[in-house]
C-alpha cells in the first residue's frame, strides 16, 4: 500500500473521521483482537487442505471494498500506521510458511506415520466403527494423517464433542508426544511459536498506534468512536 507523508494542510473533516472510526478502526481493531486471542492460545488455526491460518489473514484480506479503499485513504495520511501494517502482514504470512513447514515435517516423519498406523488400528477395536467416521467430509487416508498433523501443529488439546475428530483425538492424542518430542520436529515447533510470538507483537505495535491517532482524531475533531451510546439507566 503506498503512502505520502501527511500534509500539514489538514485535508480530512469530521465526516471522514466518522467512516474511518465506522470502518478502518472497527474493522481492524476487531481483527487483531480475534487474532491477539488465538495466538496467546497458540492456536494458529492453521489448514492443511487450504495451507493457510483459517482465522487470521492479512489486514486487507476479505475486507469489504468501502473498508479497503477507507484504509487506503486513511493510510495515505497516516504513513507510521501504513508501516505497522505492512509489518503485520509479512509476520503473518512468516507463521503460515512456519506452519506448512511444520505439517510437511510431521506428515512426512516415520515415527508419526508408525503410530498414527497404531491409532487406526487400535481405534476400530476402541470404538467399533469405521476409521473414517471419525473425519467427517474427509474419505481418504492421507485426509486422516493431515487433519491429525494439523491438530498438532495448531496445539490443540481436548476437543468439544462437536468436532468430529474429538472422540478419536481425545482418547489418542498423548500417543503422539513422544513424536512430537523429536529434535527435527521440536525445531520446527519453536520456529513456529517464534513466528507466532513475532505476530503477537506486530500485532500489539499496530493496535497501541490505532488507538492512539483513534483517542487523538476523536478530541481534534470531537467525533466518538462509536456512533450510539447505552441509554443511562
Given at each position: 500500500?503506498?503512502?505520502?507523508?501527511?500534509?500539514?494542510?489538514?485535508?480530512?473533516?469530521?465526516?471522514?473521521?466518522?467512516?474511518?472510526?465506522?470502518?478502518?478502526?472497527?474493522?481492524?481493531?476487531?481483527?487483531?483482537?480475534?487474532?491477539?486471542?488465538?495466538?496467546?492460545?497458540?492456536?494458529?488455526?492453521?489448514?492443511?487442505?487450504?495451507?493457510?491460518?483459517?482465522?487470521?489473514?492479512?489486514?486487507?484480506?476479505?475486507?469489504?471494498?468501502?473498508?479497503?479503499?477507507?484504509?487506503?485513504?486513511?493510510?495515505?495520511?497516516?504513513?507510521?500506521?501504513?508501516?505497522?501494517?505492512?509489518?503485520?502482514?509479512?509476520?503473518?504470512?512468516?507463521?503460515?510458511?512456519?506452519?506448512?513447514?511444520?505439517?510437511?515435517?510431521?506428515?512426512?516423519?516415520?515415527?508419526?506415520?508408525?503410530?498414527?498406523?497404531?491409532?487406526?488400528?487400535?481405534?476400530?477395536?476402541?470404538?467399533?466403527?469405521?476409521?473414517?467416521?471419525?473425519?467427517?467430509?474427509?474419505?481418504?487416508?492421507?485426509?486422516?494423517?493431515?487433519?491429525?498433523?494439523?491438530?498438532?501443529?495448531?496445539?490443540?488439546?481436548?476437543?468439544?464433542?462437536?468436532?468430529?475428530?474429538?472422540?478419536?483425538?481425545?482418547?489418542?492424542?498423548?500417543?503422539?508426544?513422544?513424536?512430537?518430542?523429536?529434535p527435527e520436529l521440536e525445531a520446527c515447533r519453536e520456529e513456529t511459536e517464534i513466528c507466532?510470538?513475532?505476530?503477537?507483537?506486530?500485532?500489539?505495535?499496530?493496535?497501541?498506534?490505532?488507538?492512539?491517532?483513534?483517542?487523538?482524531?476523536?478530541?481534534e475533531f470531537d467525533v466518538p468512536f462509536a456512533t450510539e451510546t447505552a441509554s443511562a439507566?
Amino acid at each position: 500500500m503506498k503512502t505520502r507523508a501527511r500534509s500539514n494542510k489538514k485535508k480530512y473533516g469530521p465526516n471522514i473521521v466518522r467512516a474511518w472510526f465506522d470502518t478502518v478502526f472497527q474493522y481492524v481493531l476487531g481483527r487483531l483482537e480475534s487474532e491477539r486471542g488465538h495466538l496467546l492460545r497458540r492456536n494458529w488455526t492453521f489448514r492443511f487442505y487450504k495451507q493457510a491460518l483459517e482465522y487470521m489473514a492479512c489486514i486487507l484480506e476479505h475486507m469489504p471494498a468501502t473498508t479497503s479503499a477507507n484504509l487506503e485513504q486513511f493510510a495515505s495520511f497516516f504513513p507510521e500506521v501504513n508501516d505497522l501494517l505492512v509489518e503485520h502482514d509479512r509476520r503473518l504470512g512468516a507463521l503460515n510458511a512456519a506452519c506448512v513447514s511444520f505439517h510437511e515435517a510431521i506428515i512426512h516423519d516415520p515415527r508419526f506415520r508408525e503410530v498414527f498406523a497404531d491409532v487406526e488400528t487400535q481405534a476400530a477395536a476402541e470404538f467399533g466403527v469405521e476409521f473414517s467416521s471419525h473425519f467427517g467430509a474427509f474419505s481418504n487416508r492421507e485426509d486422516f494423517a493431515g487433519i491429525l498433523a494439523e491438530h498438532l501443529v495448531n496445539n490443540v488439546g481436548d476437543l468439544p464433542n462437536y468436532y468430529a475428530t474429538a472422540r478419536l483425538w481425545n482418547k489418542f492424542r498423548d500417543r503422539f508426544a513422544p513424536v512430537m518430542a523429536s529434535p527435527e520436529l521440536e525445531a520446527c515447533r519453536e520456529e513456529t511459536e517464534i513466528c507466532g510470538r513475532d505476530l503477537l507483537e506486530a500485532g500489539d505495535r499496530l493496535t497501541d498506534m490505532l488507538k492512539t491517532v483513534r483517542a487523538d482524531l476523536s478530541l481534534e475533531f470531537d467525533v466518538p468512536f462509536a456512533t450510539e451510546t447505552a441509554s443511562a439507566l
